[in-house]
Nanobody, 118 residues
Framework: VQLVESGGGLVQAGGSLRLSCVAS????????FGWYRQAPGKQRELVAD???????NYADSVKGRFTISMDNTKNTVDLQMNNLKSEDTAVYYC?????????????WGQGTQVTVSS
């Protein structure tokens, strides 16, 4: 399974960006789809994820500003980021927990840079 992200870039504080990730590969079922981020000198942290039943989970720091959505038919997950702050600057990684036959696996994308200028 391959995950490919798109949509990162440079934006001013208060602006918006939309990240997208598409999963492709062998036959699989996505159980959890989401985004982590890692800022320089910091640990990778969960931003938001969504489970196959539709339950969403957000980091406290992004609640009310970011929205995650998933399209099961296209195996895509989007992260709409509004009112961006300088502290949102990081490399954002798409990840997925998928089921292939009876086993589950976790996959990561290559990361996309988001830079918020103040």
């Amino acid at each position: 399974v391959q995950l490919v992200e798109s949509g990162g870039g440079l934006v001013q504080a208060g602006g918006s960006l939309r990240l997208s990730c598409v999963a492709s590969g062998t036959t699989f079922s996505i159980k959890t789809f989401g985004w982590y981020r890692q800022a320089p000198g910091k640990q990778r942290e969960l931003v938001a994820d969504i489970r196959s039943g539709g339950i969403q989970n957000y980091a406290d720091s992004v609640k009310g500003r970011f929205t995650i959505s998933m399209d099961n038919t296209k195996n895509t997950v989007d992260l709409q980021m509004n009112n961006l702050k300088s502290e949102d600057t990081a490399v954002y990684y798409c990840y997925a927990i998928v089921q292939i036959t009876t086993l589950t696996y976790q996959y990561w994308g290559q990361g996309t840079q988001v830079t918020v200028s103040s």
